[in-house]
């Protein structure tokens, strides 16, 4: 049984209409065109959506043929998201990806030339005993198949991930700060030397291509999740819920009349430090308006002496409050400062 995670970026909640559609799953296979074309027209008795909304399907490249994207299209998706991860199987097999590099080679070809306008390819960097002529030559292979938006995270080490494990074992070393510092820096001129713009820290796109469901969630907004392990974020007052992950135990408490899903509700102050945390990593910055609509107090009311301290160290910059190149160094950092209370 398939693990589907469905998460509908909500405007104007309860209006219900749809600014996009994110398809992911916990499983490496995807779900079937014809499924997912019976999943999206079911939808339509609940919510409204147009031309304009972005319907996202993420994709392993293991899972990706021409034909297959052709049927996707058809079936209404016409975004695609690839975890292509890396270009060098060493580190595809170490950190137990199921693709090859050739297999990502083939999958970005057929994307592109399958006519998705919108697509997106993810790359990490930062892997253990990786130099970063290998990362270049990462980048310049991806760009051969001219991806309208990219994805490019710096590796990091995750509580309860294999990864960790190793580490902690002494089988792999921590990622190398040095090189990932550099990387970052590097980036942005080659990707704008692309065509792609920095909005987000890790996000780069051609105009118009921008992640719409990664801006709802940058943008601290509503979202429904469907499907095993799926989350779902309210506001007023602002509360999340995540489903059962095991999808025999979701399915079988939703025909059962059990409640399938947890529900935590964020007390104002974590929910404060939260969208200062996500709205942060945009290179546009703060929504300050959006901060008002949410908690009925100005940005400035609440954190004046912690914008004041980052101000002067020279990691925000004001009007609109947002980091500076330097504050990009210590994102981290200067998120903690509004998550502490």
Same mark, same amino acid.
């Given at each position: 049984?398939?693990?589907?995670?469905?998460?509908?970026?909500?405007?104007?909640?309860?209006?219900?209409?749809?600014?996009?559609?994110? /398809?992911?799953?916990?499983?490496?296979?995807? =779900?079937?065109? %014809?499924?997912?074309?019976? #999943?999206? &027209?079911? !939808?339509? *008795?609940?919510?409204?959506?147009?031309?304009?909304?972005?319907?996202?399907?993420?994709?392993?490249?293991?899972?990706?043929?021409?034909?297959?994207?052709?049927?996707?299209?058809?079936?209404?998706?016409?975004?695609?998201?690839?975890?292509?991860?890396?270009?060098?199987?060493?580190?595809?097999?170490?950190?137990?990806?199921?693709?090859?590099?050739?297999?990502?080679?083939?999958?970005?070809?057929?994307?592109?030339?399958?006519?998705?306008?919108?697509?997106?390819?993810?790359?990490?960097?930062?892997?253990?005993?990786?130099?970063?002529?290998?990362?270049?030559?990462?980048?310049?292979?991806?760009?051969?198949?001219?991806?309208?938006?990219?994805?490019?995270?710096?590796?990091?080490?995750?509580?309860?991930?294999?990864?960790?494990?190793?580490?902690?074992?002494? /089988?792999?070393?921590?990622?190398?700060?040095? =090189?990932?510092? %550099?990387?970052?820096?590097? #980036?942005? &001129?080659? !990707?704008? *030397?692309?065509?792609?713009?920095?909005?987000?820290?890790?996000?780069?796109?051609?105009?118009?291509?921008?992640?719409?469901?990664?801006?709802?969630?940058?943008?601290?907004?509503?979202?429904?999740?469907?499907?095993?392990?799926?989350?779902?974020?309210?506001?007023?007052?602002?509360?999340?819920?995540?489903?059962?992950?095991?999808?025999?135990?979701?399915?079988?408490?939703?025909?059962?009349?059990?409640?399938?899903?947890?529900?935590?509700?964020?007390?104002?102050?974590?929910?404060?430090?939260?969208?200062?945390?996500?709205?942060?990593?945009?290179?546009?910055?703060?929504?300050?308006?959006?901060?008002?609509?949410?908690?009925?107090?100005?940005?400035?009311?609440?954190?004046?002496?912690?914008?004041?301290?980052?101000?002067?160290?020279?990691?925000?910059?004001?009007?609109?409050?947002?980091?500076?190149?330097?504050?990009?160094?210590?994102?981290?950092?200067?998120?903690?400062?509004? !998550?502490?209370?």
């Amino acid at each position: 049984m398939k693990a589907l995670i469905l998460e509908l970026s909500l405007r104007n909640f309860p209006k219900s209409y749809l600014t996009s559609i994110f /398809i992911g799953g916990g499983t490496p296979s995807l =779900l079937p065109p %014809a499924d997912l074309e019976y #999943l999206l &027209s079911s !939808l339509t *008795s609940f919510f409204s959506w147009n031309d304009q909304t972005e319907i996202t399907i993420e994709a392993n490249p293991k899972t990706i043929s021409k034909s297959g994207l052709i049927d996707y299209r058809n079936a209404g998706v016409n975004r695609i998201s690839v975890g292509v991860q890396s270009l060098h199987d060493s580190y595809l097999g170490a950190f137990g990806r199921i693709h090859t590099v050739h297999d990502a080679l083939c999958a970005l070809e057929a994307v592109a030339q399958t006519g998705f306008t919108s697509w997106n390819a993810d790359l990490m960097y930062g892997f253990p005993g990786q130099t970063q002529d290998e990362f270049c030559l990462d980048m310049e292979k991806l760009f051969q198949f001219d991806p309208p938006h990219s994805s490019c995270y710096a590796l990091t080490v995750e509580k309860g991930t294999i990864y960790e494990g190793h580490v902690a074992k002494g /089988i792999y070393e921590v990622p190398n700060d040095d =090189l990932q510092l %550099a990387l970052m820096n590097w #980036l942005p &001129s080659f !990707l704008e *030397s692309k065509g792609l713009h920095p909005y987000e820290i890790s996000n780069f796109a051609k105009p118009g291509h921008e992640s719409k469901h990664n801006l709802n969630y940058w943008h601290y907004g509503s979202y429904l999740g469907i499907g095993a392990g799926a989350v779902s974020q309210f506001h007023h007052p602002t509360y999340r819920t995540t489903n059962l992950k095991k999808p025999g135990e979701y399915l079988d408490a939703i025909f059962n009349g059990r409640s399938w899903f947890e529900k935590e509700e964020i007390p104002e102050i974590t929910a404060r430090g939260e969208f200062m945390m996500m709205g942060l990593r945009l290179k546009d910055g703060l929504d300050e308006e959006n901060f008002l609509s949410l908690f009925s107090k100005r940005l400035e009311d609440v954190f004046d002496s912690t914008l004041v301290k980052l101000f002067q160290k020279g990691w925000i910059q004001k009007k609109p409050v947002r980091l500076t190149k330097l504050g990009l160094q210590f994102a981290n950092l200067v998120a903690s400062e509004f !998550l502490t209370p």
